[in-house]
């Protein structure tokens, strides 16, 4: 199996850009996690799906971060318009979600974004 | 809510010894899960073992091993003969039973020495 795959590994950009970031589940996992790690905040959980559908974004900064998964293989993170406090390391991560048990996050190599 | 605290922000130890990584939890839940992940310079999050919060005996996985105090909420892990390949970010985290939001610490940076 290949894990979760996310690209692009690295992103610069200016401000005020548009960025996409985009992640491959592991299949069969129907659970899907956007976490960004940053030096102030640590890891925060942005949003999460369970089959395709969002659950809880409560985690999503503000209005410019939106996230959609419009198929069991693929979701995306987009910023727009993108500021430098975006900067950040961002992780997808999936799993085989049963309800009531234990569900273990394999989580993807990270998307590295800088804001300039 | 859930919080997940880390008072060690960095440690180290020498190759071969054994070292303690510190975690304090805040939580009402009585059924849950806790974790340590490892987060090596290669950015990857990998978990390193687990915690069911009902099982009285503490979890092991060759020279990891966790000291859970559920009164007391606290969920050290014990490193036994630290090698250089320990060398990471290391992560405690935090999940309610049957939920997918899983709270982490802040982090400890350890770094074993040769």
């Known amino acids: 199996d290949a894990g979760v795959i996310q690209s692009p590994r690295h992103e610069v950009t200016e401000m005020g850009q548009e960025v996409t970031l985009r992640c491959k589940p592991i299949?069969?996992?129907?659970?899907l996690f956007w976490y960004r790690q940053t030096m102030m905040r640590g890891l925060e959980l942005l949003i999460y799906?369970?089959?395709?559908?969002?659950?809880?974004d409560s985690g999503m900064p503000e209005d410019r971060f939106s996230a959609k998964m419009p198929n069991a293989s693929f979701s995306t993170l987009k910023i727009q318009p993108s500021e430098p406090r975006d900067s950040a390391v961002y992780f997808c991560?999936?799993?085989?979600?049963?309800?009531?048990?234990?569900?273990?996050?394999?989580f993807g190599p990270g998307t590295r974004l800088t804001v300039l | 809510a859930q919080t997940v605290t880390q008072s060690q922000p960095e440690m180290s130890v020498q190759e071969a010894e054994t070292v303690t990584l510190s975690c304090t939890y805040d939580t009402s839940e009585s059924n849950y899960y806790l974790f340590w992940y490892k987060q090596p310079p290669s950015r990857q999050m990998i978990l390193v073992i687990r915690q069911e919060a009902y099982k009285q005996q503490n979890a092991t996985e060759n020279r990891f091993s966790v000291n859970f105090q559920k009164a007391a909420k606290s969920f050290s892990l014990k490193i036994s003969d630290s090698q250089l390949g320990d060398t990471a970010m290391y992560f405690c985290a935090f999940m309610k039973r049957g939920n997918n939001d899983m709270r982490f610490g802040a982090g400890t940076r350890l770094t074993v020495k040769p």
């Open positions: 991560a999936s799993s085989p979600w049963t309800s009531g048990g234990y569900n273990e996050q394999f």
């Open positions: 799906f369970n089959n395709n559908v969002p659950i809880d």
């Open positions: 299949s069969g996992h129907n659970s």
